[in-house]
């Protein structure tokens, strides 16, 4: 049974950056979609960025494109999203999952996520 397990968040000003890691355990991402998403309270979890960890092709939101990076190290079975030139706005709760191929559509359970926050 696959288990996600988010980590790398934390505080930072607006401008700054973090990495967030995603690791796999119980089963073997090397050619899987993974999603990143996030969720602030009150609203709907949304979904930021996606890879094909099999050719390493992307997707992203438009609201983080040119900004975070989504990227597999396949030695380490783990998905990593760079967030670069944060605002305050990016401020959430981070989470990861497998997806459907090309949909936002999670495919097992979430993990814990992990906070991001960012001051102005």
């Known amino acids: 049974q696959v288990q996600l397990r988010e980590s790398g968040g934390g505080s930072v000003q607006a401008g700054g950056s973090l990495r967030l890691s995603c690791a796999a355990s119980g089963y073997t991402i090397s050619s899987t979609c993974m999603g990143w998403f996030r969720q602030t309270p009150g609203k709907e979890r949304e979904g930021v960025a996606r890879?094909?960890?099999?050719?390493?092709?992307?997707y992203y939101a438009d609201s983080v494109k040119g900004r975070f990076t989504v990227f597999h190290d396949k030695a380490k079975n783990t998905v990593y999203l760079q967030m670069n030139s944060l605002t305050p706005e990016d401020t959430a709760m981070y989470y990861c999952?497998?997806?459907?191929?090309?949909?936002?559509?999670?495919?097992?359970?979430w993990g814990q996520g992990t906070q991001v926050a960012v001051s102005s």
């Open positions: 999952a497998l997806v459907t191929c090309g949909t936002w559509s999670a495919r097992v359970a």
């Open positions: 890879i094909y960890t099999g050719s390493g092709s992307t």
